[in-house]
């Protein structure tokens, strides 16, 4: 009996255990797992990487751009990184900064090193911004880890050689195996954007390009319309403008010369241009000091053959002096009229442009044809030869047809990848686009005179503060009249008063 009674007060507490540790066991897990499965910790007890992309350049980047930001387990430095987590955003809509968020699916492990790298690849998937520095992640094991904000750098593309077809002006020196005619001869200029222009002997040309070896293919070739005193330079232009038409072989000979034999048979060779020579050429100022040039007054400079400089100032004629060895000219003797000038910022503009004229200065021609001039205290000013500024006919035809794509607004340029345009109906209608915001009105012409209505615009908030600041700059220089011109390089300028401009192409 004694026997029984001690396995009986030994039975009934280890039941009372037993089950006690049941109930336990029910209230810490839901339901009974297998021992071997794994336990799963819920998102918000895991490591939530969090911050902002972004980079310096003030564009906007290629459309179908694509944001990527990895978070990676570089622990073992001769061995790949291990991807844990992945961000992607396309960047159509807004660009940078662009927040990201990275969660991880397993706890940190104080023992690794972790590190966030985030990247722009453009619509080809070309590598176009990427961090160049190492960011790491700040240990934690659970909830939110900010980074900051990631800096991007832009990658810089490689670079194809450049064509013997570039690097400078060609003279034209004969057309069909005709000498070419005229006190100024035509030229040839194979721009690294794929862009042709130059002078055809009284009128300025321009158009597009491509090159394959020794195949250069060009479209359509546009050109102002002044009308040529003499035939035979009439005739020369004519053929030069039939000759760059569709498919064409150059070759260059041992002379030095550009050989071009076109489509329909005609041959034109043409030879280097002395660099950044002045001589005989004529210009119209764009812009002094950084600033615009007063619209309706903008100087000119011609420089002749002999040495001599003359023009105005945008209110008083002038004239001088010059010396030219390479990139390097000194003005001398430089004197001017001495009218009053009246209007807003005349004055200073001839103030600044006479310092300009005196002494040492440096010259330079870009790519686009464009003089700069520097003077010896670091101010000087830009000009476009003096033929891209000449009359145009009062033809408003020749702003209808395909949509003009804006260029330049205030001489302050447009936001990389923005798309702004303009498009003249023949029914004297105008539409466009801001970037943000169509845009509709009603313009006229009469000679060089362009009036446009107040234009209706679209509501629409731009994406970007940047893009907002842009549009009310357009509208505010489409502002009602305006001067145009087609330019010798093809492009449509509209200037204003207070140094409105926009430049715009097809």
Do not use: H
């Not at 000091?289 to 619209?295: D, E, L, N, P, T």
């Amino acid at each position: 009996m004694i026997q029984t009674a001690v396995r009986r007060s030994f039975f009934f507490p280890l039941v009372s255990a037993l089950a006690l540790t049941g109930v336990s066991a029910c209230n810490l897990t839901p339901a009974a797992a297998p021992a071997d499965q794994a336990t799963t910790l819920a998102p918000s007890a895991l490591p939530l990487v969090t911050g902002t992309a972004t980079y310096r350049e003030r564009m906007m980047p290629p459309p179908g751009s694509v944001l990527k930001v990895v978070l990676q387990d570089t622990s073992l430095a001769d061995a790949p990184a291990i991807n844990l987590a992945e961000f992607s955003a396309p960047l159509d809509e807004g660009g940078v900064p662009k927040a990201f968020s990275l969660q991880l699916v397993t706890p940190m492990d104080p023992r690794m090193t972790y590190t966030v790298r985030a990247t722009i690849l453009g619509p080809d998937a070309a590598l176009l911004w990427a961090t160049d520095t190492v960011n790491r992640v700040p240990q934690a094991t659970v909830g939110k880890v900010d980074m900051g904000e990631l800096l991007m750098v832009k990658v810089t593309p490689y670079e194809a050689p450049a064509s013997p077809l570039g690097g400078g002006q060609w003279i034209i020196e004969s057309v069909g195996g005709q000498a070419t005619p005229g006190p100024r001869a035509p030229t040839i200029n194979f721009g690294e954007d794929g862009r042709v222009g130059g002078f055809g002997g009284c009128n300025q040309y321009s158009g597009g390009y491509t090159q394959n070896g020794a195949k250069v293919t060009f479209t359509p070739i546009i050109s102002t319309m002044m009308a040529c005193a003499a035939g035979s330079i009439m005739q020369v232009e004519s053929a030069i403008g039939a000759a760059l038409r569709g498919d064409a072989t150059y070759a260059i000979n041992g002379d030095g010369k550009l050989v071009i034999n076109s489509a329909n048979g005609t041959e034109i060779v043409a030879g280097r241009a002395a660099a950044n020579s002045l001589s005989g050429t004529s210009w119209a100022v764009d812009s002094i000091g950084g600033a615009a040039a007063v619209s309706g007054s903008e100087p000119s400079i011609t420089f002749t053959a002999d040495g001599q400089i003359n023009g105005t100032t945008g209110c008083n004629r002038f004239f001088g002096g010059y010396a030219q060895t390479g990139s390097k000219l000194t003005f001398t003797g430089v004197g001017m009229t001495k009218m009053a000038c009246n209007g807003d910022g005349i004055m200073l503009q001839e103030n600044t442009f006479a310092g300009i004229l005196s002494g040492a200065a440096a010259a330079s021609v870009d790519g686009a044809g464009k003089l700069t001039i520097m003077g010896e205290k670091g101010v000087g000013f830009v000009a476009v030869p003096a033929a891209s500024a000449e009359t145009p006919p009062a033809d408003p035809a020749l702003l209808q047809g395909a949509a003009w794509i804006v260029e330049d607004i205030n001489r302050g340029g447009v936001i990389d990848n923005s798309r702004l345009t303009l498009f003249f109906g023949a029914d004297g209608r105008v539409s466009g686009s801001t970037g943000c915001n169509g845009l509709s009105g009603t313009y006229s012409v009469s000679g060089r005179k362009l009036t446009l209505s107040p234009l209706a615009m679209t509501r629409r908030a731009c994406l970007a503060p940047a893009l907002s600041i842009q549009e009310s700059k357009y509208t505010g220089a489409l502002n009602g009249e305006l001067t145009w011109s087609i330019t010798g390089d093809g492009a449509l300028e509209l200037t204003g008063d207070g140094g409105r401009r926009v430049s715009l192409r097809r």
